[in-house]
């Protein structure tokens, strides 16, 4: 069970775009509903959006319904987040995960990455 590798934060002007990228390193994640989870300084670590293990449904958190879009290349080893018209408060680290449910979106693996930062400015 490799760890994924989120890549593609950086400094952004609100209303700016971000991409961010979770690859996979051993395997693919075709077996696997996968989330975006970010952590703000002070603050738990919140969920962001999921998608089903097929990519066929999407879900999302009421603060980035409308911004952000969720999803899968085609081959399994990459999970997008697409961040639109990013805000000040959207400021965080941001985390990939496999999740046991769709439902109450629980992290299925204990370890976490390194994640990727997203500031952005006001």
């Known amino acids: 069970q490799a760890q994924p590798v989120e890549s593609g934060g950086g400094l952004v002007q609100a209303g700016g775009s971000l991409n961010l990228s979770c690859a996979a390193t051993?395997?693919?994640?075709?077996?696997?509903?996968m989330a975006w989870f970010r952590q703000a300084p002070g603050k738990e670590r919140e969920f962001v959006a999921a998608?089903?293990?097929?990519?066929?449904?999407?879900y999302y958190a009421d603060s980035v319904t409308g911004r952000f879009a969720i999803s899968k290349d085609v081959a399994h080893t990459e999970v997008i987040l697409q961040m639109n018209n990013l805000q000040p408060e959207d400021t965080a680290v941001y985390y990939c995960n496999a999740v046991a449910s769709l439902t109450t979106f629980a992290p299925l693996f204990d370890s976490w990455g390194q994640g990727t930062q997203v500031t952005v400015s006001a």
């Open positions: 998608i089903s293990p097929w990519g066929q449904d999407t």
């Open positions: 051993g395997r693919t994640f075709n077996h696997y509903a």
